[in-house]
């Protein structure tokens, strides 16, 4: 079977830095709605449209077709009482605005931290890099009508609810 709208695609993956340092390695594929779903980035979801088992594939990501540009203004000084006593660097926090939804929030990592002050980043990780993700085809199937109803896999390598 080959990768077409609406297929369920298994794949490995590593994910390298544009210094060719590896970032990230799926011990067990993974799995995506091929389509337009949102489960992968678009390019490589392009560049695996029509392949089947056993493709290898690599695709160099510029910061926009990855995780955006890096935003200096997402990086947010705060009072350091406004922190749990253990608060250390690299720890994460999830917030947003007083009157914010859930959906309005965002993950802040702690990058500083000093007597007075905590600086927090809520930047992904890797915005603002080129990658080079490179990735094996393992299986591809029909998704099932569940699945599309609800725009994302279900079960192994997916999502669970």
Same mark, same amino acid.
């Given at each position: 079977?080959?990768?077409? =709208?609406?297929?369920?695609?298994?794949? &490995?993956?590593? $994910?390298?830095? &544009?210094?060719?340092? $590896?970032?990230? =390695?799926? +011990?067990?594929? !993974?799995?995506? *709605? @091929?389509?337009?779903?949102?489960?992968?980035?678009? *390019?490589?979801?392009? #560049? $695996?449209?029509? =392949? +089947? !088992?056993?493709?290898?594939?690599?695709?160099? *990501?510029?910061?926009?077709?990855?995780?955006? %540009?890096?935003?200096?203004?997402? !990086?947010?000084?705060? #009072?350091? &009482?406004?922190?749990? %006593?253990?608060?250390?660097?690299?720890?994460?926090?999830?917030?947003?605005?007083? +009157? #914010?939804?859930?959906? +309005?929030?965002?993950?802040?990592?702690? !990058? %500083?931290?000093?007597?007075?002050?905590?600086?927090?980043?809520?930047?992904?990780? $890797?915005?603002? =890099?080129?990658? &080079?993700?490179?990735?094996?085809?393992?299986?591809?199937?029909?998704?099932?009508?569940?699945?599309?109803? @609800?725009? @994302?896999?279900?079960?192994?390598?997916?999502?669970?609810?």
């Amino acid at each position: 079977m080959r990768i077409a =709208k609406d297929t369920v695609v298994s794949l &490995s993956y590593e $994910l390298f830095d &544009s210094e060719g340092d $590896l970032l990230e =390695k799926v +011990d067990a594929p !993974v799995s995506y *709605l @091929h389509g337009g779903y949102d489960g992968i980035f678009p *390019l490589v979801e392009e #560049a $695996l449209h029509g =392949k +089947d !088992v056993g493709t290898q594939c690599s695709v160099t *990501l510029q910061p926009d077709d990855a995780f955006g %540009e890096y935003d200096h203004e997402l !990086v947010q000084v705060e #009072a350091r &009482s406004a922190f749990p %006593e253990e608060v250390t660097v690299g720890m994460q926090f999830e917030g947003g605005p007083e +009157d #914010a939804d859930e959906e +309005d929030f965002s993950l802040y990592t702690v !990058v %500083e931290i000093n007597d007075d002050e905590v600086t927090v980043d809520s930047n992904h990780p $890797l915005a603002g =890099k080129t990658l &080079s993700f490179n990735c094996t085809v393992t299986g591809v199937r029909q998704a099932t009508a569940e699945e599309l109803m @609800h725009g @994302h896999v279900h079960g192994d390598g997916g999502y669970v609810h």
